[in-house]
């Protein structure tokens, strides 16, 4: 694999592909729609828009999920975003929407978006089709996980929703809806590709190929899924496959890395081809399936409990490890107010877990030739396979101001296992065995 030294922050290729998106959409509205006579009338316009201005601040030194220390950020939450809705006729419309947000290619940055960019035929009221750069339908509130109003939580639990690092894709989506007394079950599937960037951390460098700290890694996605739904009037139930295809804008992507023995009961994995050993097993892409399940059910005293989980599977490669992750929560209505508490939690498997922890640890005596170099590729091999440990409780509340504003309130309490790859630990320490208090205040508004 090749790596560059510099950081890697796929701001090209990505506007470039929201370029191609709006070209496309909009060439497909100027010349199809024109014969299906879905023009022949103005299209009923309507602007609206939404966003967050929240703060958080952590009680550690160290920074949490990319933004977050002790000294407080606004960039973890905050966002706004500005979304126009074109109705072209009774069966057509068009939808653009672009949002600025912190970066997710540079942690010290905010840039503008296009978030959506889709053209929808209903032939039909169960029928939707959608073409055009939409929403990944991976969890429950993933299509509104910008609109903070739409939830009650500060933030949506991150541990079930890092599941997959990506939030949208560029392709056809259909939803079939029947209709049975009070209650409608839906199949959506869909088809598409996109362009994410995935986060990495490194405490140590290894010169020249890594620098410490922070870099991205960009990878083109093809993605394919099918989810379905059942609602009635106070219940949503919700399950979800999903299949995606990464492949590295830097190339192959390493399979495993294998153990270089130097002697009985001493050795190094190695994770480089400039390292000596057999050489790093090298794939095409990740084949990567994501199973998820998700409920939100009304109890009685105007109660909800709402839970989702999510298991990842990587099929041709150790690099990439399986992951589960879900939460479950509970919330109670009490005039304007919302008080909740939750439970979240992420894990790699056990297996991948004691070879991450192994890599880790491995130490070659300084009486080795290259040790300080082979022991620091060890940490920096561990950093790159991103393990997941750890678990939240989170007590917070919302109170909604009006129909369009709320303001939320969060203490949440994170523990680190082995190893957490939203830690960004100091050089020469471990991402395990942390605790982290977190305070969040928040305010979102929609117009």
Same mark, same amino acid.
């Given at each position: 694999?090749?790596?560059?030294?510099?950081?890697?922050?796929?701001? +090209?290729?990505?506007?470039?592909?929201?370029?191609?998106?709006?070209?496309?959409?909009?060439?497909?509205?100027?010349?199809?729609?024109?014969?299906?006579?879905?023009?022949?009338?103005?299209?009923?316009?309507?602007?609206?828009?939404?966003?967050?201005? @929240?703060?958080?601040?952590?009680?550690?030194?160290?920074?949490?999920?990319?933004?977050?220390?002790?000294?407080?950020?606004?960039?973890?939450?905050?966002?706004?975003?500005?979304?126009?809705?074109?109705?072209?006729?009774?069966?057509?419309?068009?939808?653009?929407?672009?949002?600025?947000?912190?970066?997710?290619?540079?942690?010290?940055?905010?840039?503008?978006?296009?978030?959506?960019?889709?053209?929808?035929?209903?032939?039909?009221?169960?029928?939707?089709?959608?073409?055009?750069?939409?929403?990944?339908?991976?969890?429950?509130?993933?299509?509104?996980?910008?609109? +903070?109003?739409?939830?009650?939580?500060?933030?949506?639990?991150?541990?079930?929703?890092?599941?997959?690092?990506?939030?949208?894709?560029?392709?056809?989506?259909?939803?079939?809806?029947?209709?049975?007394?009070?209650?409608?079950?839906?199949?959506?599937?869909?088809?598409?590709?996109?362009?994410?960037?995935?986060?990495?951390?490194?405490?140590? @460098?290894?010169?020249?190929?890594?620098?410490?700290?922070?870099?991205?890694?960009?990878?083109?996605?093809?993605?394919?899924?099918?989810?379905?739904?059942?609602?009635?009037?106070?219940?949503?139930?919700?399950?979800?496959?999903?299949?995606?295809?990464?492949?590295?804008?830097?190339?192959?992507?390493?399979?495993?890395?294998?153990?270089?023995?130097?002697?009985?009961?001493?050795?190094?994995?190695?994770?480089?081809?400039?390292?000596?050993?057999?050489?790093?097993?090298?794939?095409?892409?990740?084949?990567?399936?994501?199973?998820?399940?998700?409920?939100?059910?009304?109890?009685?005293?105007?109660?909800?409990?709402?839970?989702?989980?999510?298991?990842?599977?990587?099929?041709?490669?150790?690099?990439?490890?399986?992951?589960?992750?879900?939460?479950?929560?509970?919330?109670?209505?009490?005039?304007?107010?919302?008080?909740?508490?939750?439970?979240?939690?992420?894990?790699?498997?056990?297996?991948?877990?004691?070879?991450?922890?192994?890599?880790?640890?491995?130490?070659?005596?300084?009486?080795?030739?290259?040790?300080?170099?082979?022991?620091?590729?060890?940490?920096?091999?561990?950093?790159?396979?991103?393990?997941?440990?750890?678990?939240?409780?989170?007590?917070?509340?919302?109170?909604?101001?009006?129909?369009?504003?709320?303001?939320?309130?969060?203490?949440?309490?994170?523990?680190?296992?082995?190893?957490?790859?939203?830690?960004?630990?100091?050089?020469?320490?471990?991402?395990?065995?942390?605790?982290?208090?977190?305070?969040?205040?928040?305010?979102?508004?929609?117009?």
């Amino acid at each position: 694999m090749r790596y560059r030294r510099s950081l890697d922050t796929g701001r +090209g290729s990505s506007d470039r592909r929201d370029s191609r998106s709006l070209r496309t959409l909009l060439w497909l509205v100027g010349c199809c729609l024109p014969a299906s006579g879905a023009l022949s009338t103005p299209p009923d316009l309507s602007l609206s828009g939404f966003g967050t201005l @929240g703060g958080a601040v952590s009680d550690q030194d160290f920074i949490y999920q990319r933004h977050i220390d002790d000294h407080g950020t606004l960039n973890r939450d905050s966002l706004a975003a500005i979304q126009l809705d074109a109705r072209l006729s009774a069966a057509w419309s068009l939808t653009l929407q672009a949002k600025a947000a912190p970066s997710e290619r540079d942690d010290n940055a905010w840039d503008p978006t296009l978030t959506w960019a889709f053209l929808s035929w209903r032939p039909t009221n169960d029928l939707l089709w959608r073409l055009g750069k939409q929403r990944l339908p991976l969890m429950l509130y993933s299509a509104n996980s910008d609109v +903070g109003i739409t939830f009650d939580f500060a933030r949506l639990p991150t541990e079930a929703y890092s599941i997959l690092p990506t939030q949208d894709f560029t392709g056809l989506s259909l939803a079939k809806t029947w209709f049975d007394a009070d209650r409608e079950w839906t199949l959506e599937g869909y088809l598409g590709q996109t362009h994410t960037n995935w986060h990495y951390y490194l405490r140590n @460098g290894l010169e020249p190929v890594f620098s410490a700290g922070t870099f991205y890694l960009g990878y083109d996605v093809n993605m394919a899924g099918l989810v379905l739904s059942l609602r009635d009037d106070r219940n949503t139930w919700r399950l979800a496959l999903h299949r995606a295809e990464a492949t590295s804008d830097e190339g192959p992507v390493p399979e495993r890395f294998p153990f270089v023995e130097i002697a009985p009961g001493l050795g190094y994995y190695q994770i480089l081809d400039a390292f000596p050993g057999p050489g790093v097993p090298m794939v095409d892409h990740y084949d990567i399936w994501v199973l998820t399940f998700g409920a939100e059910i009304a109890l009685p005293h105007d109660l909800r409990l709402v839970g989702e989980y999510g298991r990842r599977r990587f099929d041709n490669a150790t690099t990439g490890a399986d992951t589960s992750a879900g939460y479950l929560a509970l919330l109670k209505r009490v005039g304007r107010w919302t008080p909740y508490v939750y439970w979240s939690g992420i894990r790699t498997s056990e297996a991948a877990l004691d070879f991450i922890t192994g890599l880790n640890d491995t130490r070659l005596p300084q009486t080795i030739p290259s040790a300080d170099l082979i022991n620091a590729s060890q940490r920096t091999g561990a950093d790159l396979l991103s393990p997941y440990d750890q678990h939240s409780w989170a007590l917070g509340a919302s109170y909604s101001l009006s129909p369009t504003s709320r303001i939320k309130a969060e203490w949440m309490h994170t523990r680190t296992g082995r190893l957490s790859v939203f830690v960004d630990a100091p050089p020469d320490e471990d991402s395990g065995g942390r605790q982290i208090n977190v305070f969040s205040l928040s305010y979102s508004f929609t117009f």
